[in-house]
């Protein structure tokens, strides 16, 4: 699945480039896009199923940076899903130009214990 | 009261300056530590009141931009307080230049019913 | 014109809605979209007329709070604009309520003296 | 080293804790203290030897949430360092309890040509 929006002007730093940090809220956002597209957005998951999507693990290698103005695309990937985890993987382009790859972990949680639960079974289905 | 602090390079953009958006939550800080010295710290008051304080107004003036590196300081007043609001001044300065001043209007709510509540009497205090 | 998107889940705080110092982006977004449909990107500005356009004043009047999954449009309004500065007025709606009101002063300055300049020709045609 | 501080309210998301992406801003305030600490200030290192410090690399797990008001320790060392390339390793605490483990990893570029430069001297000498 592909994500994709255009560089906001506060996402700058003073390197004259997005700052880091902003790729994390990029992939959230990709991964919203992608919960949208399944007819399931989070704000409904969170409500309907009682749980929070909770993120355990993040890395991302930067190859290249975005500038102000740019329009990335992220082609996003549900890369694993077990009993209680499930993974993404991410790759954002400009153009053709490999910006940056990542991958995400993460498990639901019971929004009233804070325990880690099964993946509920709409999610589950998602994996191919 | 002063608050102050240096500036992240995170809250920079890329016309080199602090992103405006900043200042917002400069003054948040600066309404946090004012609350801590008074004794009664926002995270106390959210618990133990069961009340949010929520923002109902908002104005800033910016007159020179604060730069990466820069140790700026906020003189924060509580200006005004009556029976359901209360308002704070601020003037952000780095060394005596003035940088900006920016003013905000607060009121408190339940936070289980979203409802306007009187300011407690506890906070009531603190404008003599 | 009107700017519009849905709130990302980042975009929250622990009062389980849109932190006040996001509308200040929106509002800047909205400037964004505003001088894209304008033919006249902001990167462009940049560039080629080698001006940074500064915030000199903001002001927001907050009524209603928005939350995650909320779809929100902001009306926006070139209101003022004269030799050397130029104003936006925003009406942030969801569905037909309205969530917050405000107000940005701007001027344009050289990148490289960083002096406030007369608003380019391009700009100034925009007010009506 | 040990960097400390109070989670701001604007760091925390609907979920009640703070926003993952805030952790990426944590280790750069650490390893601006860091070089703070060893008498470099990075806007020092930007402007004396004209370089920009870049993230190649982030990789963060996170154990437990941090909350507002909680004040967090962050464990930081400079983990490797060579000729082109190196890496600061994190711990954030919550008192003794570990809530998230990080990595970095980073190049210095020269400002002007954006290509990667060797570690300056004043830098390598800090890998004990």
Redesign the interface.
Same mark, same amino acid.
């Given at each position: 699945m592909i994500y994709s929006r255009?560089v $906001? $002007?506060?996402e700058?730093?003073?390197?004259?480039?997005v700052?880091?940090?902003?790729y994390?809220?990029y992939f959230?956002?990709a991964r919203?896009f992608f919960l949208e597209q399944k007819g399931m957005?989070?704000?409904?998951i969170?409500e309907e199923l009682n749980i929070?999507i909770?993120?355990?693990?993040?890395?991302?290698?930067?190859k290249k940076p975005l500038? $102000?103005?740019d329009v990335f695309s992220i082609h996003l990937n549900l890369s694993s899903m077990d009993r209680y985890f499930f993974s993404f993987d991410y790759t954002v382009y400009l153009g053709k130009i490999i910006i940056a790859e990542g991958k995400t972990k993460h498990a639901c949680i019971d929004r009233k214990t804070g325990k880690i639960v099964t993946v509920p079974q709409v999610l589950k289905q998602w994996k191919n």
């Open positions: 255009k $906001f $002007f506060y700058t730093d003073a390197q004259g480039i700052h880091h940090s902003n994390a809220r959230e956002e919203g957005p989070y704000e409904k969170r929070d909770v993120l355990l693990e993040l890395s991302i290698h930067y500038r $102000f103005g």
